[in-house]
């Protein structure tokens, strides 16, 4: 078999690359070892992570309620039905995917693909129905492997009480303990669907913060939410290591090393491993072609995202940081448009992430730490929630909105948010920061009242000094 352009790997970036590839004119195959299309994103990641951080934040909100004097009984849990639901929802969206690459005259191979050389693919398993050779030579690839969960060895046991993101997604029980190896996005986010389930669940981080990586003034509204309402009623363990764990049975002993106390041994009935992931570079036959791949196992490509082998592209996880499906996306379409002959190539100056806890935390364009590791200096303007009447009128007041200024010209760099809705609000400041707006640009325009999003121009008033609802001295 021959083709144009073979994508391998069905996820944001494989099957958007594909797509519009094929939209483009060309002659598309794509290769995915998975029975249908969406990759981790939608099959075992932000999807389904989604459909039951929604479940947990409504059952939240009944509790919350009482504060406005509306109780609640408390709710009753039906495993089988929230995961039969949470199972129609990639069955509808991957059906849809499989309807569009159909109608694009996409052929679609579900088998590992593996490089015999650069410009061949031997394909491996899957269902052999999909292909009737077992190799497929092709004139440019599209690799977008992904990644998969990090698991170092002294977390591997042969239980199925040990999970990572994907086994913690089957939802297999409600476990009366579970603890969380990892205070990032997907320890907290998972974290929060079974505590909300019912679980005594327990965070452990390396380091002294949670979400390491992430603002400090964003991180902490998010913290004393979790204190306030006591959400990890197991505790939030900072500057703790997991430095072994151990099958007990019918439970798993976790030993436990703060560096400011003694070793500790627990039993958990459950533990999620939730570390970060790593790149799908390994075992794809790369060393027969001359992609180079870096110490960590990933990828590198230039801003066309152009591998060093003329034949083959790469996009996605597994060429790097940030891994978003949205980053991925983007990068694919960049991709087919490269491959088709336009001067397309990666050149953003924000990367929206959104980290889907309650109350969500979400960032974009430049931070205040990177640019005091640059040596830049940058202004900053704070909007607090507490002074928003929409806020105030939902019980949303754990908020707060962030810009980051360059002070000589007024153009903003970066914006962060803290607070209900935080990742739909982020969009604005994507726009504004790619735009080069400066903040008299957004404090001008004008937002409709009462809602969270006049809280991106009360924070640039903020700035300018003339915010009506926060006092502080105008601005010569």
């Known amino acids: 078999m021959h083709t144009q352009v073979v994508v391998v790997g069905g996820g944001p970036g494989g099957y958007a690359a594909a797509f519009l590839a094929a939209d483009l004119g060309m002659e598309v195959t794509l290769v995915e070892a998975e029975s249908r299309l969406g990759g981790t994103c939608l099959l075992r990641g932000c999807i389904p992570s989604k459909a039951l951080l929604h479940v947990s934040k409504v059952m939240a909100e009944t509790q919350e309620m009482a504060e406005w004097g509306l109780s609640f009984d408390r709710p009753t849990l039906d495993l089988d039905t929230m995961r039969t639901r949470k199972k129609k929802v990639i069955a509808t969206l991957s059906k849809g995917l499989g309807e569009l690459a159909k109608r694009r005259k996409i052929k679609v191979i579900n088998a590992r693909g593996i490089f015999v050389d650069s410009q061949t693919l031997e394909l491996e398993g899957g269902n052999p129905a999909t292909y009737d050779s077992s190799r497929l030579t092709f004139d440019h690839c ?49 974290g929060t669907v079974y505590a909300a389930l019912g679980s005594q669940v327990t965070v452990v981080e390396l380091t002294d913060g949670l979400l390491p990586g992430a603002d400090r003034d964003l991180v902490k509204p998010l913290q004393k939410h979790y204190t306030k309402r006591n959400i990890f009623t197991g505790g939030i363990r900072l500057g703790t290591k997991v430095a072994a764990l151990h099958d007990a049975g019918d439970q798993i002993e976790a030993q436990l090393e703060p560096t400011d106390g003694e070793p500790v041994t627990e039993k958990f009935d459950r533990v999620l491993v939730a ?7 390994r075992g794809l036959g790369l060393e027969n072609t001359q992609v180079e791949i870096d110490e960590r ?36 379409k960049i991709a087919a448009e490269v491959l088709h002959g336009a001067p397309a190539e990666f050149d953003v100056q924000a990367i929206p992430a959104v980290v889907f806890t309650d109350p969500e935390i979400a960032w974009a364009g430049l931070t205040v730490e990177e640019a005091k590791r640059a040596g830049r200096e940058v202004a900053v303007a704070q909007y607090p929630w507490q002074a928003s009447g929409r806020a105030q009128a939902v019980g949303a007041t754990a908020g707060m909105t962030k810009w980051i200024i360059d002070p000589e010209t007024e153009q903003v760099l970066g914006c962060g948010i803290v607070g209900a809705g935080a990742g739909e609000l982020i969009s604005e400041a994507v726009l504004a920061i790619e735009m080069g707006c400066t903040v008299r640009d957004l404090a001008e325009s004008i937002h409709p009242h009462p809602t969270l999003s006049e809280t991106l121009a009360f924070a640039g008033e903020v700035h300018l000094g003339t915010a009506t609802e926060v006092y502080r001295p105008k601005r010569r």
């Open 275 to 281: 570390i970060g992931r790593q790149p799908n570079s």
């Open 297 to 332: 196992g990933f990828v590198q490509v230039d801003n066309r995202q152009r591998t060093a082998d003329p034949h083959i592209l790469a996009i996605g996880d597994v060429v790097g940081e940030p891994m978003l499906a949205h980053k991925a996306a983007h990068e694919g």
């Open 142 to 190: 599209i690799l977008a492997t992904g990644s998969r969960p990090a698991v170092p060895k002294i977390f591997d046991l042969p239980t199925d009480r040990v999970m990572d993101s994907t086994g913690a997604l089957e939802l297999a029980d409600v476990p009366e303990s579970l603890l969380v190896v990892g205070g990032g996005y997907i320890g907290l986010e998972m």
